[in-house]
């Protein structure tokens, strides 16, 4: 009878410790997740790191200083990720870290595709607050983006580089979900259209650029995203839906093709002699994932392809919260050498921020809570 009744605390004890989640999706049953692979202590773990950081990245160059965009989309995930979890003493302290970039707010400069994303950072306490000078702060800044427009409509911030697409299209959708301004929207879909025409392979993945033939893990990564946070926001009536759908899905499709053996993606794709590169796979993961959420890919492939890379991930978070195997930032080259030969780092921001927005993209789809089974 001890034994009975130690052995139902220890069960209760493990499954409020573990926050007892799961995530839903039709005709798959139950997710199996290891404790070490909660999406509430991997999430939690992230921001805890981001905040253990003296400073916050900066570009420093000749031509833009400014709040680096690999900083802002990660507090973006992570004020997100405090936000969900209603936790006030976290999310004063993302304040204190971003205080001084919220004051000086309007100085900062918005004449470029990596300076303006920064606006998403106040966007997402308006969200918190309701304080509406923070709404104003990060409309301002996606309306810089297109005060002077190309005859075509588009943003003159264009480059027509495959890391340009997130870093215009989550600051307008971000705008969009404070504002509720279709407006804001109809230019994403606007930039994708012509992105996607000019850019998009008959397999779906993306080159690095015109003169760089390969398949970039992350450069296809910021794709991915792109096109899966603009789907989860535009209705399916919408003029362009179908043709951004089916790229998307194009894209989804080689994506699962080419996941290995061990869930991750390789740092080029397609390259069975590339070594596994996290940042891009936890991008593809959440690409995936989002999709599934919001139907606009439905399959067990792909259920097994994200939750098969989460595992593999958080495999790769070291007890500080910091990501392994992190490509550096990568250039353009002609030279396949040159991608197989990149160092690879832990903790860069790069591969922090879309682990972040994975994990609170598994929390947030946890309503189940009876579909949870934990190995």
């Known amino acids: 009878m001890n034994y009975l009744f130690f052995t139902a605390k220890r069960i209760l004890f493990l499954l409020i410790a573990m926050g007892f989640f799961s995530c839903s999706i039709a005709g798959q049953g139950a997710i199996f997740i290891s ?111 297109w005060e002077d427009p190309l005859p075509s409509g588009l943003t003159s911030q264009i480059r027509y580089w495959i890391d340009d697409m997130y870093m215009i299209g989550i600051l307008q959708i971000e705008a969009f979900k404070a504002t509720g301004d279709s407006g804001y929207i109809d230019r994403v879909a606007l930039t994708m259209v012509d992105y996607l025409n000019k850019l998009q392979q008959p397999n779906g993945l993306f080159f690095h650029g015109p003169n760089a033939p390969f398949f970039w893990s992350r450069g296809n990564g910021w794709m991915a995203v792109s096109l899966a946070e603009l789907l989860a926001v535009l209705p399916p009536h919408y003029p362009n839906y179908d043709f951004i759908a089916e790229c998307y899905k194009d894209m989804m499709n080689s994506l699962v093709e080419y996941q290995s053996e061990t869930g991750l993606w390789r740092q080029l794709i397609d390259n069975e002699n590339a070594w596994e590169e996290t940042s891009g796979s936890a991008m593809f993961a959440y690409a995936i994932k989002l999709g599934l959420d919001h139907g606009i890919i439905s399959g067990v492939k792909y259920y097994n392809a994200w939750k098969k890379a989460w595992e593999a991930l958080v495999g790769h978070l070291d007890a500080d919260g910091k990501l392994t195997g992190i490509c550096v930032g990568t250039g353009q080259s002609d030279d396949v050498q040159y991608y197989l030969d990149r160092p690879t780092v832990s903790g860069d921001l790069h591969g922090q921020a879309p682990l972040l927005w994975l994990s609170l993209c598994i929390l947030e789809t946890s309503g189940h809570k009876d579909r949870l089974h934990v190995k």
Not at 109 to 126: R, S, W
């Open 35 to 145: 404790e070490n692979s909660n999406p509430e202590v991997v999430g939690t773990k992230i921001v805890y790191q981001l905040l253990e950081r003296d400073e916050i990245k900066m570009y420093e160059t000749d031509f833009l200083n400014t709040v680096h965009y690999a900083e802002a989309i990660t507090a973006m995930g992570a004020i997100k990720t405090a936000h969900y979890l209603n936790d006030s003493s976290l999310m004063e302290q993302l304040q204190d870290r971003y205080d001084g970039v919220l004051t000086h707010f309007d100085s900062l400069p918005a004449n470029h595709v990596d300076a303006n994303v920064v606006g998403v950072i106040p966007l997402q306490f308006y969200h918190w607050n309701n304080d509406t000078k923070y709404k104003q702060m990060g409309v301002r800044m996606a309306e810089k983006q």
